[in-house]
């Protein structure tokens, strides 16, 4: 069973979603900025009211055409970037809201905000008022305090976006090890948070859901831009011209390693996956027998450290080539330049949509 | 005031300069500090005193006769003072504030007011005030030690709803009604016109008030001060006065 | 970080402007009859019109807290042309001359106005009463809280309700939790500043109220009757109502320095 079932328009926003989120699981969302992720999480929580359709929490609807319930009353509980940990109360009185607002007894609603900060590591922080925390802390209170209202669904809005990379490993962990087994929709931008704390993801595009899954065969076998982005490789198109090859363009092959779980079939539509780490650049087609040279136009190049981004146009489809930087040089590569682009077959993986 | 004829002098040197004709300013100025209830009647003798003594002219400053007095007290330039009763003239005399004698130039006595039309139905100083809202003015300021001494003489005690510092707060209050009845000056009940009802009070002329008026000694026009003060006590002021209410 | 210093020429027009301010106020003190102050504060009139300003001040501003802190929600929520209109209908007794406020009240509720017969037929009847004063010093003392108050709620982001709701939180808990303790230091300044207004309330009240020693004769309005009595009075009373208003802006620049977060 779905424990959250979004079918629902906002219309001024431009948004059209229709996803389920099964039980006990953690859902990454990830998408162009403008793409209606955060809209989602208000649609869940009662921050956006749908102009048409419906949203069901725990097999209850929370909203639809005759009905809705304010975020009081939809156990949705929102973390964002910014904590907004309530700066008049110290952070044992922040956890404990929750409860309180339920009812609670003060007591056994503080002896439970200990338990809750206890299992994200700040106990020790307890009396503290949240201007004293470090980011990290914060963030790791807003997480306690949001679990500690027992909620059917977590809504996680790009919470560790602002934190410096140590610090944001230190949260990540808290999360994964927090959010497992129960039901949340994490919005984020980093691949990184999908591997370790999402188990599915959902990809968003102008205000429709493009794709849903499983995380890792999603990443695995990126069927949109986006997505092969997200996990750091080229994603070309074409039509699959063998069991492991395709045509990008006619007369334009590749070839590669089928996917086993998902093998193209001749003369469908087919994907490629190469990491943009496998591709070598060479002004003339190298000698011996590469099987996959493709001609590009050199677009622009992104400097990262001791390795260049080249990004190419080939069969008008888009490129990536990581080349380190004395190659750069040594090719004199600049942006209207056509180059080969070399891959080898075994860097490449072919699959069908 | 000084600062301003200072301005006038200048102006006047240049309007010579250029050939125009006498300008006003040249004319000598009185500057007579009066008491509020005098505003009216004297700003109409004014006008009269200065057609009838070309070179001459007056400038008012009307205000309640302490605080003329507080004024007078601090160095303000006036050439004449005229109160509405007799100690706050006293207490000018007493501080060697004034030059001469004060004359007395009109009384004023007390009168009741009701709304037009009596709501309430009040009959005078007596049990028609009972449950009724009567203003009067407070105890230490000229009408309302004129009201207490009346109803002292009339052997009555009155409960006001409100002593106001103003007469023309109490004349106010009973115009738009707030009160249902209030005790003013015969002046007062005169310039409130139809929008009040008089009612006169028995024996009221024992608690007059006498208006005083005199030359303060740090006036910089004497002369002039005395003829003003002349004109008032003269025909043309006392006929200027009873039109507005006040007793000779 | 040294910040560039200010041109040395600005020193002179501001000690100008710190004399002509301080001046008036150091006169009176000077003025003051400190031999006698003591009897002259403790003379029944003077103490019945501290006594009553201080009675009437303290209702005003509960009843500007109790009215006026809603209003201010709701304007802080306002959108659009009649959030504007409600805001400027708000402000404007606070800018009216004290005696226009005095009229408007007079003609709203006067006795032989509409509304005013309609309250004395009910057996309400305000005219001349203490519940008049605390009428006029509401009038014009809950336009400040009112001000501050919703200045400060909108430019509180709304963050912390979103958070408190989306936790469970009722918007009453949200109200009483979150909304109102974090904007606590606008409210008690804008109580501060509305109990100095009350206070020194006085042409709406001698306008509304009348003026009558122990019912509606306020400070204000002692202060105004012994001008034109015993002027050494008036500049005793006057120096007790200054020290009164110093206290209550010093304690509102206070609460304005702790903020947001009282800890």
Known sequence: MSAVTVRACVAERGVDLALDLPEGTVSAIVGPNGAGKTTLLHLIAGLARPSAGTVAIGGREVAGPTRFDPPHRRHAVLLTQDTALFPHLDVLANVAFGPRAAGVAPAKARARALTEL????CAALASRHPHALSGGQAQRVALARALATDPAVVLLDEPLAGLDVAVAAEVRHSLGQRLRGRTAVLVTHEVLDIWTIADRVAVLEAGRVVETGSTSPLLARPTTAFLARLGGTNLLTGTASGHDSLELAPGVRLVGLADPDQPPNPGEPALAAVAPAALSLHLAAPGGSPRNVLAAVVTSIEPRGEVARVHLETA??????????QSVAELDLRPGLTVQAVAKATQVRVYGR | MRLRAGACAALASVLLATGCATPASQRTEVVVYAAASLNSVFTRLGTEFEASHPGLSVKFSFDGSATLLDQLSAGAPADVLATADEPTMAKAVTAHLIGGAPTVFATNVLTMIVPAGNPAGITGLDRSLEGRKLVVCADGVPCGSATRKLAGLLGVTLHPVSEETKVTDVRAKVETGQADAGIVYVTDARASGDAVESIPIAHADQARNDYLIAVPTSATQPVAAAQFIEFVTGSSGRTALADAGFGG | MIRPALPRWVAVPAAAAAVFLAVPLLAMLVRVPWVRLPALLATPAALDALGLSLRTCVLTTAVSLVLG???????????????????????????????VAGLALLVALGRRTWLGGTLASAGIDLAFTTAAVVVAQTFVAMPYLVVSVEGALRSARDRYDVVAATLGARPTTVLRRVTLPLVAPAIGSGA????ARALGEFGATITFAGSLQGTTRTLPLEIYLQREVDTDTAIALSVVLVAIAALLVAATARLGRTGSVPS
């Open chain 1, 118 to 121: 206890d299992a994200v590591g």
């Open chain 1, 316 to 325: 008008g489809q888009l490129l990536a080539a990581d080349v380190t930087a």
């Open chain 3, 69 to 99: 802190l809603p209003l201010a929600l709701v304007l802080s929520r306002g959108r659009g042309r009649w959030a504007s209109f409600g805001r400027i209908l708000a402000t404007v007794p606070m800018v009216l001359p004290p005696v």
């Open chain 3, 192 to 195: 501060a500043l509305s109990f």
